[in-house]
């Protein structure tokens, strides 16, 4: 294959008013291969690809050489820039619900680029739509061709953005994130289509992402960013075996390991029989039949016994959330909960408010469960406050601080604000706000998925800890395995609101018998690693 | 409120993005030293001396009201400054101290040299209207009395419309299904027919004014209020104060109020238009205050209907445009403060472009 570079960029810095972002980045994307531009958050990877296109807001200062193919791209006119983009260059964005307009149908918003790069128009329009939405394997193509983007799932509305890629043959795609808010098994899907139309059109690909696992399967060559400069680049076979920075071999053992530690005692904390969720649906009419409800969860017991981790492991929709809010009593439920012998599904008001103390939660994204207007003491200290009026102000402020230590965190955090710690900090100023009431159960809603790979690793470690200490239950909702296997002893696999599969973490994660589980434990790579 | 009081890193900032908005900041002070100057009314625009000595002895008619006998009049009544017998005896027997505007809103200038409504001149500086009061001594007044009227009545519809939408909202379902129906039929009911009637059956007071407007000025409060609180209480954060087993009340005013203020403080300005547009327009159709009460909207009234005396219309027009303008500026002002893109354009904009960088 003839080593021509397709889109090349030379020493590409980036500053928003002053403060550099990337760094002096040099790289070069092949026809017909794929790059992976590959950091945690922040470490400029969006920001460099958006800066090549000239994407960026005003205050941001782009300098250095780019190339596509043999055209120069650091004068071009404006008008120049909107021919190549979605022309000769294709993008597709992370979030798929947003980056469709919700008020144009499938047809209309890609007849949009056909129209604008092609001229085409009116039936030759509708035409190749439909062809396109052929070749992104939608199903039903005539019929989706008028759908509104609401009416379609996560991975339809990103096939679509795909098909908007690629309408003008570009000979470079720009692949930001493109799977992140899918799930696994949806995002094999894509990728493979993605790389299939590669192959198909013999289009250079610069794919950003964080997760290594993809880069493994997916990337040619891969380079790494780490706060805004260049790592390493290289095959990637070369990057994965030989690492060159420290950095580059940090990100890539940053998948968390070990094990819980073995269960010491049976006593049962938690118990849960035939519970189920279901939600009514609006009448269509005012005499209307009433519709048949939405069973979210359908009936299923669960048992956790004190000091144990269950791992509730699921896609997105499955139910895993509404299950463990229905466990804390936080959505109405039918069925039994008995937490330490005493049933929680018959306490209401404020016998159940005194109850809460004892069984904790800590939700999945660390920006919106920390109020953004109180100080971390207030943070922590408030339930204390509420659970424990006969405390005095010292008191108090010594307990935030043992927590605040327990969780690592420097003292003098208390009197700061949310917005000035990373994500990983907030994770750990959730997790102080449960402890510090020393409760029995904590449910940990997907507390890593929002962080960065080495801060999972971190948090994993800490909450293992942190039960050892304190003799706490988990019950760890995630739809990550390699998480789950590093946190559980047990595991209870949920589809559509049924539970698929339970059993011990290993032998679950290890011989799964289901074929659903099969699909998540392949395409989330653990049996990839398990073989390597 | 408690929570925005204490300046939190995010008031400050919002503070600092008002400042910045020079329009808004001046407007601000503008409207500061107006009303601060309205309030001392008494002080600028009176009929009677601020003080002033007679035989030898101090008075302060602003405070006590004297019987003309005092000053060797004939009536134990209360004592007419204006008189000119009572000037001759002030002059002749000590001194007084007027205030800038000899008269105050009610006062019918009995030495007029011309018929009322009379032109500006050193004696009435913005003339005097078709009974011969100093226009003035009146606007003064009638802003005062405006501001006052706009203020209660936009305290009282915060109070109603964050507790109503605030339950609605917070507690959703029936709550919010009931409430809202209740709204929209008390939302039906005509304000200015049942002022009407009220004039009919009582002479309307300012209070009694209050009261029926209070009645429905916080119904547009209560969509906000309610979105903000339908929004908020799905929050992680206020999902996660539930968890701790906190009681609603905590929840509503530590966590999810600070979340509607925003919205609520935005909407002030606009509430405060709103009330002064109203007052003025009850006035100008003979509805509102009692006759003789001091009122832009008679002002306005008396302009339409005095077209040979312009000075009536055109003093109307100018306090209320400017007093209305510098409101909407400092609306303006607060909302672009209060306007989450505002503020993050202020903190940086790496987050900003790359939202997944979470």
Redesign the interface.
């Known amino acids: 294959m003839p080593v021509e570079p397709l889109f090349r960029l030379q020493d590409l810095s980036v500053a928003f008013d002053g403060v550099t972002v990337v760094d002096r980045l040099s790289l070069e994307v092949r026809r017909g291969e794929t790059l992976a531009l590959v950091g945690e958050s922040g470490s400029g990877k969006s920001v460099s690809a958006l800066g090549a296109m000239d994407l960026l807001p005003a205050n941001a200062a782009v300098s250095g050489g780019r190339w596509l193919e043999d055209t120069s791209l650091d004068h071009l006119s404006a008008r120049a820039w909107r021919a190549l983009r979605g022309g000769r260059v294709g993008f597709i964005f992370q979030e798929p619900m947003t980056s469709l307009n919700p008020l144009h149908t499938v047809a209309k918003q890609i007849g949009e680029t056909l129209r604008l790069h092609q001229g085409l128009s009116g039936r030759a329009a509708r035409e190749r739509t439909r062809e396109l939405l052929v070749q992104v394997k939608l199903p039903r193509p005539d019929e989706l061709l008028d759908a509104w983007p609401h009416q379609l799932s996560g991975g339809q509305r990103q096939r679509v953005m795909i098909a908007m890629a690629i309408a003008n043959d570009p000979v470079l795609l720009i692949a930001d994130e493109p799977t992140t808010a899918l799930d696994v098994t949806v995002q094999r899907d894509i990728l493979n289509l993605l790389d299939e139309l590669r192959g198909h059109y013999g289009m250079g690909m610069l794919f950003i992402t964080h997760d290594l696992n993809l880069v493994k399967r997916h990337a040619d060559r891969v380079c790494v960013l780490y706060e805004g400069r260049e790592q390493e680049t290289g095959p990637v076979g070369d990057v994965f075996a030989n690492p060159r920075t420290a950095y580059t071999r940090n990100l890539i053992n940053a998948e968390p390991e070990g094990q819980p530690q073995p269960l010491a005692s049976q006593h049962s904390l938690l118990d849960a029989k035939q519970l189920s969720v279901a939600f009514s649906r609006p009448k269509r009419w005012l005499f209307g039949k009433q519709p048949a409800p939405f069973v979210a969860v359908q009936p299923l017991s669960l048992e956790l016994a004190r000091g144990e981790t269950l791992g509730i492991v699921g896609e997105s929709g499955s139910g895993k959330t509404t299950l463990a809010m229905a466990l804390l009593r936080l959505t109405p439920s039918q069925g039994e909960i008995r937490f330490d012998d005493e049933r929680l599904d018959r306490l209401t008001g404020n016998d159940l408010r005194k109850h809460r103390k004892r069984f904790q939660i800590v939700f999945q994204d660390p920006y919106g469960s920390l109020s953004p207007r109180l100080p971390v003491s207030e943070i922590i200290s408030e339930g204390l406050r509420f659970h424990h009026p006969e405390l005095s102000e010292q008191e108090v402020l010594h307990r935030v601080q043992a927590t605040l230590k327990e969780v690592g965190l420097p003292q003098d955090c208390a009197s700061r604000y949310p917005h000035e710690f990373s994500g990983g900090q907030r994770q750990r100023i959730a997790v102080a706000r449960a402890i510090i009431l020393e409760p029995e159960l904590v449910v940990l809603d997907e507390p890593t998925s929002a962080l960065d790979r080495s801060v999972q690793k971190q948090l994993v470690i800490l909450l293992r800890d942190l039960q050892r200490k304190r003799g706490l239950s988990y019950l760890f909702i995630s739809h990550d395995l390699a998480v789950v296997r590093a946190m559980a002893h047990r595991v209870l696999v949920l589809k559509d609101g049924e539970v698929v599969e339970q059993g011990e973490c290993d032998q679950v994660l290890g011989a799964p018998r289901h074929s659903y589980t099969q699909a998540l434990v392949e395409s989330s790579g653990l049996g990839m690693m398990a073989s390597a | 409120m408690s929570?925005?009081m204490t300046l939190?890193?995010?008031s400050r900032r919002r503070l600092a993005v008002f400042r910045h908005n020079r329009r808004a900041w001046i407007s601000l002070w503008i409207f500061l030293v107006l009303f601060g100057i309205s309030l001392c009314a008494e002080l600028i625009a009176n009929d009677k001396p601020l003080i002033m000595r007679y035989d030898g002895q101090w008075y302060a008619p602003l405070l006590v009201d004297y019987p003309e006998t005092e000053f060797g009049g004939f009536l134990p009544t209360g004592t007419d400054y204006h008189d000119p017998f009572i000037i001759e005896q002030l002059e002749t027997h000590g001194w007084a101290l007027w205030p800038p505007i000899p008269f105050s809103y009610q006062t019918l200038d009995m030495q007029m040299r011309q018929p009322s409504p009379s032109p500006p001149d050193s004696r009435h500086w913005l003339g005097t209207d078709d009974q011969g009061r100093d226009v003035l001594a009146r606007v003064i007044y009638g802003f005062r009395l405006s501001v006052f009227f706009a203020l209660v009545l936009t305290v009282g519809s915060l109070v109603l419309g964050v507790v109503f939408g605030g339950i609605q909202g917070y507690f959703g379902g029936k709550t919010d299904l009931i409430g809202q129906r209740l709204i929209e039929i008390w939302s039906g009911l005509p304000v200015l027919f049942l002022l009407i009637i009220l004039a009919s059956l009582v002479q309307p007071n300012l209070w009694w004014l209050l009261g029926i407007m209070l009645l429905f000025s916080w119904l547009g409060l209560v969509d906000v209020v309610r979105a903000e609180f339908l929004r908020a209480r799905n929050?992680?954060?206020v999902?996660?104060?539930?968890?701790?087993?906190?009681?609603s009340h905590?929840i509503m005013r530590?966590?999810v109020l600070?979340n509607a203020m925003v919205a609520t403080l935005t909407f002030i300005p606009f509430l405060f238009t709103g009330a002064i547009t109203t007052l003025t327009a009850l006035d100008f159709l003979g509805f509102g205050l009692p006759p003789g009460s001091p009122s832009l909207g008679e002002l306005v009234a008396q302009g339409k209907n005095n077209l040979q005396a312009p000075w009536l219309g055109i003093t109307a027009f100018v306090s209320l445009s400017v007093m209305l303008s510098l409101l909407v500026f400092i609306g303006e002002g607060l909302r672009d403060a209060f306007d989450p893109r505002h503020i993050q354009a202020t903190n940086?904009?790496?987050t900003?472009?790359?939202?997944?960088?979470?």
């Open positions: 929570a925005t939190s890193p995010i929050l992680e954060y999902r996660a104060a539930k968890a701790l087993g906190l009681p905590l530590r966590h600070p940086g904009t790496a900003r472009i790359t939202p997944h960088a979470s």
